[in-house]
């Protein structure tokens, strides 16, 4: 079993930032595929940001050049750099785990139990 944990929601003003971490209990984790997808109400989740084993990021088209993916592999843990947020960007973020590179749900195993971030106008 894997378990992901992710922290660092919140509410923040619209043009400010946040960071959110996703720690993994995975002792393979440096071998795996992390993304980022978040979930508005009513809407479907969605794809945020992926990042490979070697660190290498994929961005959605919604966020690039705002948000930054990355991850500490010594530390079992990603991480999810926000910035210049508005309102549009409101929803539950969940980090997962990957078997293969993949912008789409059905392409990650193990899922977080989510964080809230609510920007505010």
């Known amino acids: 079993q894997v378990q992901l944990v992710e922290s660092g929601g919140g509410l923040v003003q619209a043009g400010g930032s946040l960071r959110l971490s996703c720690v993994s209990s995975?002792?393979?984790?440096?071998?795996?595929?992390m993304g980022w997808f978040r979930q508005a109400p009513g809407k479907e989740r969605e794809f945020v940001a992926a990042?490979?084993?070697?660190?290498?990021?994929y961005y959605a088209d919604s966020v690039k050049g705002r948000f930054t993916i990355s991850r500490d592999n010594a530390k079992n843990t990603v991480y999810l750099q926000m910035n210049s947020l508005n309102a549009e960007d409101t929803a539950v973020y969940y980090c997962?785990?990957?078997?293969?590179?993949?912008?789409?749900?059905?392409?990650?195993?193990?899922w977080g139990q989510g964080t809230q971030v609510t920007v505010s106008s």
């Open positions: 995975e002792r393979t984790f440096s071998l795996y595929y």
């Open positions: 990042i490979r084993w070697n660190g290498s990021p």
């Open positions: 997962a785990r990957g078997d293969i590179f993949s912008t789409t749900t059905r392409g990650y195993d193990y």
